[in-house]
C-alpha cells in the first residue's frame, strides 16, 4: 500500500513565477492537508480539502490555493512567488478511522 | 489559540542514554496529542499518539503519557541509538482539524 505521495521532489523558481505542488493520498484517505515548513521551523498549516472543497484556512496570503480533484488528489499553488515562499511543502492526507494525519516526504521549494 | 512548546535544542546524547524531550501544550479542551520525527531529507512520520488523558503512546521504545494535570506529553526513551537521530515535532489537534506543531527538538546520538 503506498503511503503519500508528492511531486516534484525539488522545484527551483524565480521571484513572480508561480508553481503547482500536487499529493495523492494514501488509500482511503479523503482528506488532504497541506503544511508549509520553513527551515528550521514546525510545519505551518495552510488549508485542508475534503470532498473536493476547501475546509479549512491557516494564516497564508490568497496567493495560496488549491484545489481537489475526485480521486482525492490535490494541487497546491502559489502565485506571485517571494523568496519568503522558500521551504518544505508537505501534504498530509487523514486516516478518518482514527483521526490520524500521515504526511508525504515533501516537496522542496526554492523561490531566487 | 491553541500552541504547543518543545524543549529547545539542539539535544546531543551518548549511545545508550536516556532520553527525554518535554512538550507542554495550551488549548481549550482535550485534544489528541503527537510525535512525529523527521529524518533528514525526509517528511514526517508519525511516532506515537494520545487521545485522551492517561493514554500512553508507545512505539520503537519512546514512550509519552497524556498528562492533562501538566498539559504536558513528554517523549521519553530509556536507550538512544545512533539511528534516533532526527528533528522530533510534538503537535496536537481537535478530531480532523489542522494539526498545531511545536518548533522541533534536533536529537543527535554520538557512538
Redesign the interface.
Known amino acids: 500500500d503506498a503511503g503519500?505521495t508528492?511531486s516534484p521532489t525539488h522545484l527551483i523558481k524565480t521571484r513572480g513565477q508561480q508553481v503547482t505542488l500536487r499529493c495523492s493520498p494514501k488509500s482511503g484517505h479523503d482528506?488532504v492537508?497541506w503544511?508549509q515548513q520553513a527551515l528550521?521551523?514546525?510545519?505551518?498549516?495552510i488549508f485542508?480539502y475534503?470532498e473536493e472543497e476547501e475546509r479549512?484556512r491557516?494564516n497564508f496570503p490568497d496567493r495560496f490555493s488549491g484545489h481537489q480533484f475526485p480521486n482525492y488528489s490535490s494541487e497546491l499553488n502559489v502565485n506571485a512567488l517571494l523568496l519568503g515562499d522558500s521551504a518544505?511543502y508537505?501534504c498530509?492526507s487523514?486516516d478518518?478511522g482514527t483521526?490520524?494525519?500521515?504526511?508525504?516526504?515533501?516537496t522542496r521549494l526554492t523561490v531566487l | 489559540g491553541n500552541s504547543?512548546t518543545q524543549m529547545e535544542g539542539p539535544v546531543t546524547l551518548s549511545e545508550e542514554a536516556f532520553l527525554t524531550i518535554n512538550c507542554t501544550y495550551t488549548a481549550t479542551g482535550y485534544p489528541?496529542l503527537?510525535w512525529?520525527v523527521q529524518y533528514p531529507g525526509?517528511?514526517?512520520?508519525?511516532l506515537l499518539?494520545a487521545?485522551k488523558a492517561d493514554d500512553k503512546g508507545s512505539n520503537k521504545g519512546f514512550e509519552a503519557t497524556y498528562r492533562k494535570e501538566t498539559t504536558s506529553f513528554h517523549l521519553e526513551k530509556g536507550s538512544v541509538q545512533v539511528s534516533d537521530s532526527a528533528v522530533y515535532?510534538c503537535?496536537l489537534?481537535f478530531?480532523?482539524?489542522?494539526?498545531?506543531?511545536?518548533?522541533?527538538t534536533r536529537l543527535t546520538i554520538i557512538p
Not at chain 2, 525526509?42 to 508519525?46: A, H, N, T, V
Not at chain 2, 478530531?95 to 522541533?104: D, I, M, P
Open positions: 503519500v508528492q482528506t492537508s503544511y528550521g521551523q514546525g510545519p505551518q498549516f485542508q475534503y479549512q491557516g518544505l508537505l498530509a487523514r478518518r483521526d490520524t494525519q500521515y504526511f508525504g516526504p515533501g | 504547543v489528541s503527537f512525529y525526509e517528511g514526517l512520520q508519525l499518539k487521545t515535532f503537535a489537534n478530531g480532523n482539524e489542522k494539526l498545531t506543531f511545536g518548533t522541533g
